[in-house]
């Protein structure tokens, strides 16, 4: 999945601003392009990496959805940070606040109108971030 981002890593919330391309790779390096998968998938962009300082008070939660729409009577993403939960039925930018320094934990699951997990392929997103207070010395 590529997608469009604004210059401050925000993705740009529109189904055309993104691009799938499905393929495999065998075990002699030949790549077979594969038909577009037509369940709804979620593409991780945001936070990643390690935040120092002030950029720790406003981390930007961003994602990227596919063959679906985001509603409160349908689809929706469950975050789960540090062990906190949320659910987002709005597809827009969002912020992680005032988190605490060290490792944060981010999860971005896709779920129905009822709350259940959608399963398939890349419809739950897992990853880490550092946040610190200030540059380690080295």
Same mark, same amino acid.
């Given at each position: 999945? &590529?997608?469009? /981002?604004? &210059? ?6 529109? @189904?055309? #601003?993104? !691009?799938?391309?499905?393929? /495999?790779?065998?075990?002699? =390096? ?6 577009? @998968? ?8 945001? @936070?990643?990496?390690?935040?120092? =300082? #002030? ?6 939660? $961003?994602?990227? %959805?596919? +063959? *679906?729409?985001?509603?409160? $009577?349908? +689809?929706? !993403?469950?975050?789960? !940070? +540090?062990?906190? $939960?949320? *659910? ?11 988190? @605490? ?6 999860? !971005?699951?896709? %779920? ?7 399963? =398939?392929?890349?419809? /739950? %997103?897992?990853?880490? %971030? *550092?946040? #610190? ?6």
């Amino acid at each position: 999945m &590529s997608f469009l /981002s604004r &210059s401050y890593q925000e993705s740009i919330k529109s @189904p055309n #601003a993104g !691009v799938l391309y499905h393929f /495999s790779i065998d075990e002699k =390096g030949k790549l077979t392009k594969m038909d577009i @998968p037509k369940t709804p998938m979620i593409f991780y962009s945001r @936070p990643k990496g390690q935040y120092i =300082g #002030a950029d720790t008070k406003n981390i930007l939660l $961003d994602f990227y %959805v596919y +063959n *679906t729409t985001l509603a409160a $009577d349908g +689809n929706k !993403v469950k975050v789960t !940070v +540090n062990g906190t $939960d949320f *659910t987002i039925d709005k597809w827009q930018p969002y912020f992680i606040q005032n988190a @605490p320094m060290g490792d944060m934990k981010v999860n !971005v699951q896709l %779920v129905d109108k009822d709350g259940k997990n959608i399963e =398939g392929a890349n419809t /739950s %997103v897992s990853r880490s %971030v *550092t946040l #610190a207070a200030q540059e380690p010395i080295k």
